[in-house]
């Protein structure tokens, strides 16, 4: 199985912050990979497809990259809506799998 | 609008069975894959299973397979979850999920929760 490895688990910020969150995956995935958005009590949200794709509604402060084994998820200014839990999920082959998730706490 | 609503949860020993439904709405069910995701109370997601738009081809993570199995009926717009053997590691709820593709932003439902316990 592919095991994707986020870092960091944790991340402190403050709202206009420039934040980057990495996912590594343990073999190639081409461009197969998504990052969701969690927050509490709420089901996950798709914002990036296939690497780089901004899902319809997502704003552009969200921006993903990467490609072979390791990709990035930025947010350009963290706005007070972002305080979240990010996941990684690889879709290259199966069994999918998603990161451990990295949670964006206030600073 | 996109709308998958989950239910089926419950209460259930170890060693015992449950059927998850997925109700679908909103788009063409039958032109999309779809897929199980659960999360542990406190813990991270994990995919679980998922089915191509026929039907005919299916996908398990190890920790299920043999155990549970899933299925679809495209002339009523659901997915099921048949689980059995299920194991208190199995407690966790469960959601229905399309493909990571155009349109399945925030298409995700409130999922249902399964608790395996004596």
């Known amino acids: 199985d592919i095991q994707m490895t986020q870092s960091p688990s944790t991340l402190s910020a403050s709202v206009g912050d420039r934040v980057t969150i990495t996912c590594r995956a343990s073999?190639?995935?081409?461009?197969?990979l998504a990052w969701y958005q969690q927050k509490p009590g709420k089901p996950p949200n798709l914002l990036i497809y296939?690497?780089?794709s901004l899902e319809s509604g997502v704003p552009s402060r969200f921006s993903g990259s990467g490609s072979g084994t390791e990709f990035t998820l930025t947010i350009s200014s963290l706005h007070p809506d972002d305080f979240a839990t990010f996941y990684c999920?690889?879709?290259?082959?199966?069994?999918?799998?998603f990161g451990q998730g990295t949670k964006v706490e206030i600073k | 609008e996109v709308q998958l609503l989950e239910s089926g949860g419950g209460l259930v020993q170890p060693g015992g069975s449950l059927r998850l439904s997925c109700a679908a709405s909103?788009?063409?069910?039958?032109?999309?894959?779809m897929n199980w995701v659960r999360q542990a109370p406190g813990k991270g997601l994990e995919w679980v299973s998922a089915?191509?738009?026929?039907?005919?081809?299916?996908y398990y993570v190890d920790s299920v397979k043999g155990r549970f199995t899933i299925s679809r009926d495209n002339s009523d717009n659901t997915v099921f979850l048949q689980m059995s053997s299920l194991r208190a590691e199995d407690t966790a709820l469960y959601y229905c999920?399309?493909?990571?593709?155009?349109?399945?932003?925030?298409?995700w439902g409130q999922g249902t929760l399964v608790t395996v316990s004596s």
């Open positions: 089915i191509n738009a026929r039907g005919d081809s299916t």
């Open positions: 296939k690497t780089s």
């Open positions: 909103g788009f063409m069910f039958r032109s999309y894959a």
């Open positions: 999920a399309l493909d990571p593709a155009p349109g399945a932003g925030d298409s």
């Open positions: 999920q690889q879709y290259d082959t199966y069994p999918w799998t």
């Open positions: 073999q190639r995935i081409t461009t197969w």
